[in-house]
């Protein structure tokens, strides 16, 4: 039987982002009582989720996403805070968010008016940029809301990082990492 795979568009993260978060949960990872922890090399920020696509519908986006980000250059962003989803006591995301951007925001309205216009079905909730850290809370107590802190580095500076590229990712729900590039779409080099 064929597996269908499911697709989405993504801010890649710099390899040195993904360092630095995997050493933040290798140092905290026993304060936050998660089940599974998502592999480093699958952090991403979600612009818009594609689910299973049609090749037809699936070679269109990749045919129309170049030029729609044409204008776009790099960027930077900054880590910011912890967050949650679910409920409060047992939650099923933890995840680490980045400080409210325009360009970030920007790129995500694009992604998703394109792959509205090609017919694909989206999530309408509110863009809420997020990296997915871990699922399914199994801590014997309730989650404490006070660990939900801002991630700094050893010296407790921000970690800012550079966005330079759009990912259309496949998922492979057997293999680990899961997230495997399908195409790449890069930002115009900043202006200096």
């Given at each position: 039987?064929?597996?269908k795979h499911h697709y989405f568009f993504a801010v890649k993260l710099p390899k040195e982002m993904k360092d630095f978060l995997n050493?933040?949960?290798?140092?905290?990872?026993?304060?936050?009582?998660?089940?599974?922890?998502?592999?480093?090399?699958?952090?991403h920020i979600t612009l818009a989720f594609l689910g299973y696509a049609e090749e037809k519908k699936l070679q269109d986006a990749i045919e129309t996403m170049s030029s729609v980000l044409s204008d776009l250059s790099s960027f930077s962003l900054t880590l910011d805070k912890l967050g949650i989803f679910g409920p409060m006591k047992s939650p099923r995301i933890f995840w680490a968010g980045v400080v409210e951007s325009e360009p970030l925001a920007e790129v995500q309205?694009?992604?998703f008016t394109q792959c509205l216009k090609l017919g694909f079905e989206l999530d309408k909730k509110p863009f809420r940029p997020h990296i997915?850290?871990?699922?399914?809370?199994?801590?014997?107590?309730?989650?404490?809301?006070?660990?939900?802190?801002?991630?700094?580095?050893?010296?407790?500076?921000?970690?800012?990082?550079?966005?330079?590229?759009?990912?259309?990712?496949?998922?492979?729900?057997?293999?680990?990492?899961?997230?495997?590039?399908?195409?790449?779409?890069?930002?115009?080099a900043k202006n200096t």
């Open positions: 039987m064929e597996t050493g933040w949960i290798q140092s905290n990872q026993r304060d936050y009582e998660f089940g599974r922890w998502v592999h480093p090399e699958d952090y309205k694009k992604v997915t850290l871990a699922r399914k809370y199994k801590g014997e107590r309730f989650f404490n809301s006070e660990k939900l802190k801002s991630i700094r580095t050893e010296d407790h500076q921000t970690f800012e990082f550079e966005v330079s590229e759009v990912i259309l990712y496949e998922t492979h729900l057997d293999q680990s990492p899961k997230y495997k590039e399908f195409a790449r779409f890069p930002l115009n």
